[in-house]
């Protein structure tokens, strides 16, 4: 099972890197699974680089400090 909690508070400490570039991410939903699905706001959402945010940034950050989660995901 994967700690909620402890995935906020990853969401916050890069929340400002996102905000530099006028994004940001939402969390939506975690599964029982250790997918964690998030929302990418503001220019991420439509950046070119978004896919590689996601992956290189968001997910490496949340599996460093939350190793049961198994791959973060972005939702429309």
């Given at each position: 099972m994967?700690?909620?909690?402890?995935?906020?508070?990853?969401?916050?400490?890069?929340?400002?890197q996102l905000q530099m570039d006028g994004g940001d991410v939402e969390l939506v939903d975690i599964t029982?699974?250790?997918?964690?699905?998030?929302?990418?706001q503001g220019?991420?959402?439509?950046?070119?680089?978004?896919q590689q945010t996601?992956?290189?940034?968001?997910?490496r950050a949340i599996k460093q400090f939350v190793p049961e989660v198994i791959r973060v995901e972005n939702v429309a």
């Open positions: 994967v700690n909620k909690e402890k995935v906020k508070e990853v969401l916050e400490k890069i929340r400002p029982d699974e250790g997918i964690v699905k998030v929302r990418l220019h991420c959402a439509g950046c070119a680089h978004a996601l992956q290189f940034g968001i997910e």
